[in-house]
């Protein structure tokens, strides 16, 4: 059934979900018109919902074995060790001869292709995520990262874990965009096989999956689960998947950026393949576009109330744009840059994101120059210059420099990787 209103919260409902679930009531449905008008989306499927609520108390069950079987003490058969993670992280499988069990089940799997993967199309995506360049940077940190953080659970999970607050926030950042990054290079998703190396992708995607599964095994018997579902849960899950295909694409458009149907399917089925690698459910990966903004407006009405780690995060984000080091700046004149990206972010944020959403952050708002700009210059770059001789190669080749460009401001001479894992 379907229909175009919501219960209100507090509302006796059929199947237990965590009280959070469809909280945010008039607000969700507020914050969500733009996404139901750009992503034609007809009405409210109520089944697609009750799923979404149910997915909030489910997890990556494969992810969660492993990391059970590293926390495990004393010299139990079943315990995994660090090092016999980080072995099979390099080599596969075949480098860790005596792995345990669940460890041995976990490579098994990402190992294998699923029967649906198309490792040409990964690769076509691949190289359309590269030619968005900044533009891709620009929608996952202002529209997917920072928009993420209007609604409560997640937000409140990485204050709790100290990531992207305070002194670690610049640090954080640096590791997704990394990651990120790391998913455009050639045959960077390809796993671990007759002797190969994995790629870079490949293994920092499976390094975050293990992540995400050790601070759930961390946070299980102190999270208030009644209240906001598992720490790192399914819907969640499916929600940030969304933020980095669907809401990509969107965003990409609305910064000038034409995204062909070829392009689209490309990009879907490069983060259909990168949500398997991350223990997503099989019925939140879709190739399709448009379903995926239909399950995108589901789960961003099925969220609760911003809380006060929105704020806090927002802010940080704005406030780490200090922080930065600019390449090619003197250092007499890097405040200079930092004032302009801050300003610039500003004036993106006021547009993604709208007045309420600023007001709520306590952020202040801009006037959309930079999105007027931008317009502009890809107007010129995927119109214009991408259909003369070479243009595709020009602009993957730019992209990857921008990319660069960015993780040095960032890391800072530091080295390029994500989050230490810690047993």
Avoid: C
């Amino acid at each position: 059934m379907s229909t175009d209103t919501a219960p209100v919260a507090g509302e006796s409902r059929e199947r237990p979900y965590p009280t959070r679930f469809r909280a945010g009531g008039e607000r969700n449905r507020r914050l969500g018109r733009p996404l139901k008008l750009a992503g034609r989306v007809r009405g409210v499927d109520e089944a697609l919902l009750d799923r979404i609520g149910r997915a909030m108390f489910e997890r990556d069950e494969l992810g969660a074995r492993l990391a059970d079987a590293i926390r495990l003490r004393g010299d139990t058969p079943e315990r995994v060790r660090m090092d016999q993670f980080r072995r099979a992280l390099e080599g596969g499988l075949a480098a860790v001869p005596d792995a345990p069990p669940a460890l041995r089940a976990f490579l098994e799997e990402l190992e294998t292709d699923p029967a649906w993967l198309d490792r040409d199309l990964v690769e076509e995506g691949a190289r359309v995520f590269r030619r968005l360049g900044q533009n891709a940077q620009d929608v996952l940190l202002q529209l997917s990262l920072v928009g993420g953080y209007r609604f409560g659970g997640p937000t409140d999970l990485l204050v709790a874990t100290g990531g992207l607050t305070g002194s670690q926030t610049l640090r954080r950042l640096a590791e997704t965009q990394k990651w990120g990054a790391s998913l455009t290079d050639p045959l960077s998703l390809l796993p671990p096989r007759d002797g190969r190396a994995p790629g870079e992708g490949w293994r920092l995607t499976v390094h975050v999956r293990l992540m995400h599964a050790l601070v759930n095994h961390s946070f299980e018997d102190t999270w208030d689960t009644p209240a906001w579902g598992l720490p790192i849960n399914q819907a969640d899950q499916a929600s940030t998947l969304g933020l980095f295909d669907g809401v990509l694409i969107i965003g990409s458009r609305a910064l000038g950026v034409p995204v062909s149907r070829s392009e689209s399917q490309a990009l879907m089925h490069l983060w259909k393949y990168v949500g398997w690698l991350m223990g997503v459910a099989p019925e939140f990966l879709v190739d399709d576009e448009w379903e995926r903004h239909r399950i995108d407006y589901h789960v961003l009405l099925a969220q609760g109330p911003i809380t006060e780690a929105g704020p806090q995060l927002a802010r940080a984000v704005v406030d780490a744009q200090a922080l930065r080091r600019y390449p090619g700046w003197p250092s007499a004149l890097q405040p200079l840059r930092a004032r302009y990206e801050r300003e610039r972010l500003l004036s993106m944020l006021t547009v993604f994101l709208g007045p309420e959403s600023m007001r709520e952050f306590g952020l202040p708002m801009r006037p959309p120059w930079a999105h007027g700009y931008l317009v502009g210059l890809n107007t010129l770059r995927y119109r214009v210059l991408k259909h003369l001789p070479g243009g595709r190669d020009r602009l993957a080749r730019w992209g990857a420099r921008r990319a660069q460009w960015l993780l040095d401001s960032y890391f800072q001479g530091d080295q390029e990787d994500v989050g230490e894992l810690r047993a």
